[in-house]
T-cell receptor, first 116, second 111 residues
């Protein structure tokens, strides 16, 4: 396993279209996170899964956003009716939760979305 | 609400000198603090962390200092190398909860 992978790396779409991104975490990791990063900002938390359960969603995640992790492995993030303000880098990260200890996150390379 | 702040967007340092990157936070309940390094077109990579019960952690050229009373942490890189040029993010976490990232500091190490 070479780490967290994301597909596609770049996506250009027209306003109003739907887009879907995929994240494949490190295989033994049970936690998966989605972040959004805009220019000049750090990664902003969107949502995370523990196995297949979505445990937390940020208020940044509007109704147009939906994330799934159906089998507790890969995850998808869908944005419906994209808006220009959705243009950003979407980062996925995974970690292994072991008890109640701190767990380092490993990030994928991100998917850069441009909404025209 | 920005719970983790990096007030210096950029820093330039001569090769061989010390780089000091600073980070401030507002939530006294954070359990761990981390530094991530990011190169262009790549995701952030973990660099070093510190538990809230410690005040210093060292790993090779990298040392993180935590001042809980001031809600401040810093990353020292010594000696700085050109390959250290990247954007550095500090992050904080309460166990079992989400990570909060700062806005990043772009470090340039001049040969």
């Amino acid at each position: 396993d070479t780490g967290v992978s994301q597909d596609p790396r770049h996506k250009i779409t027209k306003r109003g279209q739907n887009v879907t991104f995929r994240c494949d975490p490190i295989s033994e990791h049970n936690r998966l996170y989605w972040y959004r990063q805009t220019l000049g900002q750090g990664p902003e938390f969107l949502t995370y899964f523990q196995n297949e359960a979505q445990l937390e969603k940020s208020r940044l995640l509007s109704d147009r956003f939906s994330a799934e992790r159906p089998k507790g492995s890969f995850s998808t993030l869908e944005i419906q009716r994209t808006e220009q303000g959705d243009s950003a880098m979407y980062l996925c990260a995974s970690s292994l939760l072991a008890g109640a200890t701190y767990n380092e996150q490993f990030f994928g390379p991100g998917t850069r979305l441009t909404v025209l | 609400d920005q719970q983790v702040k990096q007030n210096s967007p950029s820093l330039s340092v001569q090769e061989g000198r010390i780089s000091i990157l600073n980070c401030d936070y507002t939530n006294s309940m954070f359990d761990y603090f981390l530094w991530y390094k990011k190169y262009p077109a790549e995701g952030p990579t973990f660099l070093i962390s510190i538990s809230s019960i410690k005040d210093k952690n060292e790993d090779g050229r990298f040392t993180v200092f935590l001042n809980k009373s001031a809600k401040h942490l810093s990353l020292h890189i010594v000696p700085s190398q050109p390959g250290d040029s990247a954007v550095y993010f500090c992050a904080a976490i309460r166990l079992g909860n989400q990570f909060y990232f700062g806005t990043g500091t772009s470090l340039t190490v001049i040969p």
